[in-house]
T-cell receptor
Framework: GNSVTQMEGPVTLSEEAFLTINCTYT??????LFWYVQYPGEGLQLLLK?????DKGSNKGFEATYRKETTSFHLEKGSVQVSDSAVYFC????????????FGTGTQLKVEL | AAGVIQSPRHLIKEKRETATLKCYPI?????VYWYQQGPGQDPQFLIS???????DKGSIPDRFSAQQFSDYHSELNMSSLELGDSALYFC?????????????FGPGTRLTVT
């Protein structure tokens, strides 16, 4: 079956620190990979995506590269801000598998001044 | 740009009652997905519809049913509510016929069962 494993949180960083949130996956077929962000009390927002191996998704200073050889899609940002504090979900979608999203357990990020 | 609309945003019900959640997809989106997110949990897929037909089914209890109407809005009906049904229910929509499967999420309906 399909599954996503994320590093556990919470992750607490100082402003301007470097961020890495690890994500690995198991999938039957060829998945598309996503990072969603959920701010407190809000819904899920797509942060970035990659649809094939070696693709790099990027948005708002966040990046993630689809690594088929290591089945990973780690999220990185060079300099976090307090406003980045949120829960980050890694997810996959297998085309032909109904296109439903399978999420990881989420990683809470807290950025402090 | 128009987003996915969900109503109500908050709902409080008692055990054994019935609840109906509504979802209005982005205009011209033909596919609707429902997800359930328990407290501190990741969203779990419940069910999806494409062109008013059930497309896929996940871990949806038999007490729940859903449908997509001719105007593409969808309703999730939940009966015999249990305390464990307390969760955030998300609806997402996508445009499968355009070739893009990217899902756009609504703000969610927070259901509390007491």
């Amino acid at each position: 079956g399909n599954s996503v494993t994320q590093m556990e949180g919470p992750v607490t960083l100082s402003e301007e620190a470097f961020l890495t949130i690890n994500c690995t996956y198991t999938a039957t077929g060829y998945p598309s990979l996503f990072w969603y962000v959920q701010y407190p009390g809000e819904g899920l927002q797509l942060l970035l995506k990659a649809t094939k191996a070696d693709d790099k998704g990027s948005n708002k200073g966040f990046e993630a590269t689809y690594r088929k050889e290591t089945t990973s899609f780690h999220l990185e940002k060079g300099s976090v801000q307090v406003s980045d504090s949120a829960v980050y979900f890694c997810a996959l979608e297998v085309t032909g598998g109904g296109n439903k999203l399978t999420f990881g357990t989420g990683t809470q990020l807290k950025v402090e001044l | 740009a128009a987003g996915v609309i969900q109503s109500p945003r908050h709902l409080i019900k008692e055990k054994r009652e019935t609840a109906t959640l509504k979802c209005y997809p982005i205009p011209r989106h033909d596919t609707v997905y429902w997800y359930q997110q328990g407290p501190g949990q990741d969203p779990q897929f419940l069910i999806s519809f494409y062109e008013k037909m059930q497309s896929d089914k996940g871990s949806i209890p038999d007490r729940f049913s859903a449908q997509q109407f001719s105007d593409y809005h969808s309703e999730l009906n939940m009966s015999s509510l249990e305390l464990g049904d307390s969760a955030l229910y998300f609806c997402a929509s996508s445009s499968r016929t355009s070739g893009s499967y990217e899902q756009y999420f609504g703000p969610g309906t927070r259901l509390t069962v007491t």
